[in-house]
């Protein structure tokens, strides 16, 4: 997505904000996304959902728009869900620790009817791996 691109598209479902993010979430869509989700904190919803259900690509940049957006929503008493279905989208998210940051859901219906201190939901696939970094034998 270009600068030049329209605004992502936004959804008003009961008291939540869904802002869906396009296909790939880059560098090229960081800086417009995050102004954008910081945009709707200022109309105080009670719940934003960062909707990523189409994004089948995601790197560095789609986590730092989530992190720029995290404290403000905190600050103004939103919650802040995230909807990540695609396992290898689910998976930058994992390999970062960002999933114990961010309360990751499969599905927007999901999201939207979580409760406030719920935790993420468990990933998507069976085949979550986890590197083993614990030693074994002599050092």
Known sequence: MNPED???PVHRIGTAVVIEMPVEVDYYVRDAATEQALALLEERPERLVVDMSGCTFCDSSGLAILLRVR???EEAGVLLDVVVPHPTVRRVFELAGADFIFRLHTTLHEALASAPGAPS???P???????D???RGPA
């Open 125 to 131: 696939t069976c085949g979550s791996h986890v590197a």
């Open 6 to 8: 329209k605004a992502l």
């Open 71 to 73: 404290g403000p929503a």
């Open 133 to 135: 970094t614990t030693r």
């Open 121 to 123: 939901s468990p990933a």
